[in-house]
T-cell receptor, first 111, second 116 residues
């Protein structure tokens, strides 16, 4: 699985947009980019997955530049309940059945 | 609630005792995974089942650990002769065999093990 680098922590305020950038310089052709969210004492929860360009769902957007060496998770108008750890994962998700989490980015949303 | 359940949610045991955890995946999911998570770290892969077959095991899974998935339904993870270093959150996840993205795993709430 490709190695990823993401910030350890980020602070934000309610109503702001939060953008978390993940670097994955050695991403392979078959690799997807996936983000999970984890609250304390809960299991991770899938947020979004993409291969290239932009993907949007009801909770987030994922921006992937043409070279795919990085990606940005965008959380619009965050609330206090978005305080969590966010993990960026890169890998051939169809074949690499195991997920490789790093330490993630702790996002703290303040009132 | 993702539909994946784990029991017990918390387990306190003394060093040297054996413990067993259970995971009930989403019923139509044929893939099941176990992960371990320690404080401040992301989950680490332990083992993977496709139906009842255990197809992959991490080197983290020492010979004191054993996992089963009889009949391809629920799964159990047993730790024998527990050590204090086994204290962690044990997470179970499941997914369905699929040919198109998104490739998503659904995680249970975890079992927190404390070895005293």
């Amino acid at each position: 699985l490709a190695k990823t680098t993401q910030p350890i922590s980020m602070d934000s305020y309610e109503g702001q947009e939060v953008n978390i950038t993940c670097s994955h310089n050695n991403i392979a052709t078959n690799d997807y980019i996936t983000w999970y969210q984890q609250f304390p004492s809960q299991g991770p929860r899938f947020i979004i997955q993409g291969y290239k360009t932009k993907v949007t769902n009801e909770v987030a957007s994922l921006f992937i530049p043409a070279d795919r060496k990085s990606s940005t998770l965008s959380l619009p108008r965050v609330s206090l309940s978005d305080t969590a750890v966010y993990y960026c994962l890169v890998g051939d998700m169809e074949r690499d059945y195991k997920l490789s989490f790093g330490a993630g980015t702790t996002v703290t949303v303040r009132a | 609630d993702t539909g994946v359940s784990q029991n017990p949610r918390h387990k306190i045991t003394k060093r040297g005792q054996n413990v067993t955890f259970r995971c009930d995946p989403i019923s139509e999911h044929n893939r099941l995974y176990w992960y371990r998570q320690t404080l401040g770290q992301g989950p680490e892969f332990l083992t993977y089942f496709q139906n009842e077959a255990q197809l992959e095991k991490s080197r983290l899974l020492s010979d004191r650990f054993s996992a089963e998935r009889p009949k391809g339904s629920f799964s159990t993870l047993e730790i024998q002769r527990t050590e204090q270093g086994d204290s962690a959150m044990y997470l179970c996840a499941s997914s369905a065999r699929q040919g198109a993205p998104p490739y998503e795993q659904y995680f249970g709430p975890g079992t927190r093990l404390t070895v005293t």
